[in-house]
């Protein structure tokens, strides 16, 4: 049953419309090989489209494999000439400007060589991504979560890059390319299907460590059949590239009628929810996480100040930790423990100095490190209980301090009852459901970890 809440939501094709057979059809014609053991289906799938297994599937059985002509991508659309010959003025933070561009005219396009492909999708704003959500349903639903000021960027990301990059090469090309048609709006739709849908090929590792550390990321790309499957933490099928495709490789035993699942990652449900437009069932997400702000240890180290003096040097240390902590605002938690554990013991060392030995610290500047600690084990559930009993104590109020940050009305038990109420659960709408699961999740560890570093 865990499953059945762990689906990205597929675009509905309508009473009228199915666009399936065409799509596979055109899967035939471009050399897609779907091996004889699993169809693509509406039935038995978790929601719309999916993959079942039509028999029993052994560990390293390929379910399918895409050419890369069949990729679509900067370099195989059909303005890829275009593209590449402008490719410097297409430049951007996030380096999608040019598949977006490529996926604008693809979609517009009549006789566009992907449109049976594309035709799966006739509103992506059906992929219920938070963008799409008003900014009150947002901040009322997600608050606390990190997922509203995570979209607000994303937003505003979008509409300077519109703006300053896509604008302006749309305008030199108006035999491809109409602003008419090729709006913000549309544009913003299709940042959402490439955060949903696309695949990034990791960096192929090298010997020269230094030069391929600073090297950026592949461009996303899509790949037809590959995202038609659904996402689950515990899937049973990995993609696989090679020079000259990609395969979906069985990679646990699927029986006859099960669901074909593959992974995004290790994903929390914020993440999930901000970029797919899903949720997993909390409890059955162990990648599920939550963070404290850094900012809360601030106000717990200030607020524990005994004299005027300890408020000023509670400063001190904050400007100082400022430094050392560099881009870092949150710490982020776990379901087995801080996987920030390095930034957050600095924290904790520095926050609970005496005067004397922060007066050395700032001298020294820094400490030596222990190599003898274990700083995972130490923050870990397992090793929280065996902290300082002052390093304890701020963990357990600024926990306590982001819990209330979460809405008034609701508290851990209230939300975990709503949740399992299978009644009034399933009569929330699936934005509320979404919510409450990254809601429960995040409060739910939150609370844990008071209760482990309360005494």
């Given at each position: 049953m865990m499953a059945t809440q762990a689906k990205r939501p597929k675009i509905g094709d309508?009473?009228?419309?199915?666009?399936?057979?065409?799509?596979?059809?055109?899967?035939?014609?471009?050399?897609?090989?779907?091996?004889?053991?699993?169809c693509v289906s509406k039935e038995g799938t978790v929601a719309q489209y999916g993959m079942l297994a039509t028999d029993d599937i052994e560990v390293g059985e390929v379910l399918f494999t895409v050419p890369r002509s069949a990729l679509l991508h900067q370099d195989t659309t059909a303005v890829s000439v275009v593209l590449e010959n402008e490719r410097s003025s297409l430049e951007s933070p996030?380096?999608?400007?040019?598949?977006?561009?490529?996926?604008?005219?693809?979609?517009?396009?009549?006789?566009?060589?992907?449109?049976?492909?594309?035709?799966?999708?006739?509103?992506?704003?059906?992929?219920?991504?938070?963008?799409?959500?008003?900014?009150?349903?947002?901040?009322?639903?997600?608050?606390?979560?990190?997922?509203?000021?995570?979209?607000?960027?994303?937003?505003?990301?979008?509409?300077?890059?519109?703006?300053?990059?896509?604008?302006?090469?749309?305008?030199?090309?108006?035999?491809?390319?109409?602003?008419?048609?090729?709006?913000?709006?549309?544009?913003?739709?299709?940042?959402?299907?490439?955060?949903?849908y696309s695949f990034q090929e990791p960096q192929e590792e090298e010997d020269s460590d230094d030069d391929d550390n600073n090297k950026a990321p592949n461009p996303p790309m899509m790949v037809p059949m590959a995202d038609m499957l659904n996402h689950v933490s515990n899937h049973n099928a990995n993609l696989e590239f090679t020079p000259d495709s990609l395969k979906m490789v069985c990679v646990r035993r699927i029986r006859r009628g099960e669901e074909v699942f593959n992974t995004y990652g290790q994903m929390a449900n914020w993440q999930l929810l901000h970029m797919y437009g899903f949720t997993e069932p909390h409890r059955g997400n162990s990648n599920d996480t939550a963070d404290i702000p850094v900012g809360n240890f601030y106000k717990v180290a200030a607020q524990g100040a005994q004299s005027e003096l300890d408020r000023q040097l509670v400063e001190e240390k904050q400007v100082v930790l400022r430094q050392v902590m560099q881009e870092k605002e949150v710490f982020v938690f776990g379901k087995e423990g801080c996987l920030t554990d390095s930034e957050l013991q600095s924290a904790l060392k520095v926050l609970c100095m005496s005067k004397e030995d922060f007066s050395e610290f700032k001298d020294n500047e820094g400490w030596e490190e222990d190599e003898d600690e274990d700083v995972s084990l130490a923050f870990s559930n397992e090793g929280l209980s065996g902290l300082k009993v002052?390093?304890?104590?701020?963990?357990?109020?600024?926990?306590?301090?982001?819990?209330?940050?979460?809405?008034?009305?609701?508290?851990?038990?209230?939300?975990?009852?709503?949740?399992?109420d299978r009644v009034a659960f399933e009569a929330l709408s699936s934005r509320k459901r979404n919510a409450l699961q990254v809601r429960c999740g995040q409060k739910s560890i939150l609370h844990r970890l008071m209760e482990l570093t309360g005494s």
């Open positions: 309508g009473p009228a419309m199915n666009p399936l057979p065409d799509f596979l059809g055109w899967c035939n014609t471009v050399g897609l090989v779907l091996c004889n053991k699993v996030s380096g999608w400007v040019p598949l977006l561009l490529a996926l604008l005219y693809e979609y517009t396009s009549p006789q566009s060589h992907w449109r049976p492909y594309l035709s799966l999708w006739t509103d992506f704003k059906t992929l219920d991504h938070p963008m799409f959500w008003s900014k009150e349903e947002r901040d009322t639903l997600l608050r606390a979560t990190g997922i509203p000021e995570a979209v607000d960027t994303d937003l505003a990301n979008i509409q300077r890059e519109y703006t300053d990059v896509v604008l302006p090469f749309i305008a030199k090309h108006p035999d491809l390319w109409n602003p008419d048609t090729h709006t913000l709006d549309l544009y913003t739709q299709l940042v959402a299907f490439v955060m949903a002052s390093w304890k104590w701020l963990i357990h109020r600024a926990a306590g301090l982001t819990l209330k940050s979460y809405e008034e009305e609701q508290d851990v038990k209230s939300d975990q009852e709503l949740m399992e």
